[in-house]
């Protein structure tokens, strides 16, 4: 299965919701409103406004968001995950199509808390269904309050984070479904445009720029 790391998938209790040294900060308990619009603010203060993601900019418009509350089960969240890559699948291939499936503050049982359960909860099943429904057609982004990609297993100590761990953190347990072809187009469009061969180090070189303090004050703004 092909997991791609990020640049910077009657209806069940899962709901379609929209289109479209210090810790980090904690996330207050929020109704499903409130979790789409911040997690719209992360989309444009970090994924697009940091230029994390080459073509976020782009698939904003045909973007869906879906949430998963407290009411949900690990079925509802995976007949989420099957429609939606049964969906994207399906779509067009000359414009970008992609989903967000939200974990809200209050389904903390489907283990999303920690970045480790997250990525062998969640993400894994995700996986599992695109690898079964696409190929390797629909690929899966994780994102995470507490993501990290360091050697260190203690995946809530935000003290060792580094600002390059900022590619993959997000104000909600985020699980991102996007199609290979609109990777491989958008990637080949930055490469010919940044005359450089991966995003990945520039996005690392770009947050460390910035620094941590900044960067955690730019994710606080997007919580509250």
Same mark, same amino acid.
């Given at each position: 299965?092909?997991?791609?790391?990020?640049?910077?998938?009657?209806?069940?209790? &899962?709901?379609?919701?929209?289109?479209?040294?210090?810790?980090?900060?904690?996330?207050?308990?929020?109704?499903?409103?409130?979790?789409?619009?911040?997690?719209?603010?992360?989309?444009?203060?970090?994924?697009?406004?940091?230029?994390? &993601?080459?073509?976020?900019?782009?698939?904003?418009?045909?973007?869906?968001?879906?949430? &998963?509350?407290?009411?949900?089960?690990?079925?509802?969240?995976?007949?989420?995950?099957?429609?939606?890559?049964?969906?994207?699948?399906? &779509?067009?291939?000359?414009?970008?199509?992609?989903?967000?499936?939200?974990?809200?503050?209050?389904?903390?049982?489907?283990?999303?808390?920690?970045?480790?359960?997250?990525?062998?909860?969640?993400?894994?099943?995700?996986?599992?269904?695109?690898?079964?429904?696409?190929? #390797?057609?629909?690929?899966?982004?994780?994102?995470?309050?507490?993501?990290?990609?360091?050697?260190?297993?203690?995946?809530?100590?935000?003290?060792?984070?580094?600002?390059?761990?900022?590619?993959?953190?997000?104000?909600?347990?985020?699980?991102?479904?996007?199609?290979?072809?609109?990777?491989?187009?958008?990637?080949?469009?930055?490469?010919?445009?940044?005359?450089?061969?991966?995003?990945? #180090?520039?996005?690392?070189?770009?947050?460390?720029?910035?620094?941590?303090?900044?960067?955690?004050?730019?994710?606080?703004?997007?919580?509250?």
């Amino acid at each position: 299965m092909l997991r791609a790391v990020a640049a910077f998938a009657p209806r069940p209790p &899962c709901r379609a919701a929209a289109r479209i040294g210090e810790r980090a900060p904690r996330i207050r308990a929020t109704s499903t409103r409130g979790v789409i619009e911040r997690t719209r603010r992360w989309l444009d203060a970090f994924v697009v406004g940091m230029d994390l &993601c080459p073509f976020a900019r782009a698939s904003l418009p045909t973007l869906v968001i879906e949430t &998963c509350d407290a009411a949900s089960s690990f079925d509802a969240f995976d007949v989420i995950i099957a429609r939606e890559t049964c969906r994207l699948t399906a &779509c067009a291939k000359d414009a970008p199509a992609t989903t967000l499936v939200v974990l809200e503050d209050d389904a903390r049982w489907l283990g999303a808390d920690g970045w480790t359960a997250f990525m062998d909860g969640p993400v894994a099943r995700a996986e599992e269904t695109c690898e079964r429904l696409s190929g #390797e057609e629909v690929m899966v982004v994780p994102f995470h309050p507490h993501a990290t990609w360091s050697d260190d297993d203690d995946d809530d100590d935000d003290m060792a984070e580094e600002p390059g761990d900022y590619t993959s953190r997000s104000p909600s347990p985020t699980v991102h479904l996007l199609r290979k072809c609109d990777v491989d187009n958008a990637e080949t469009t930055w490469y010919r445009a940044q005359g450089r061969e991966d995003i990945r #180090e520039r996005n690392v070189e770009y947050l460390r720029a910035m620094g941590l303090a900044s960067l955690r004050d730019a994710m606080r703004r997007v919580v509250e």
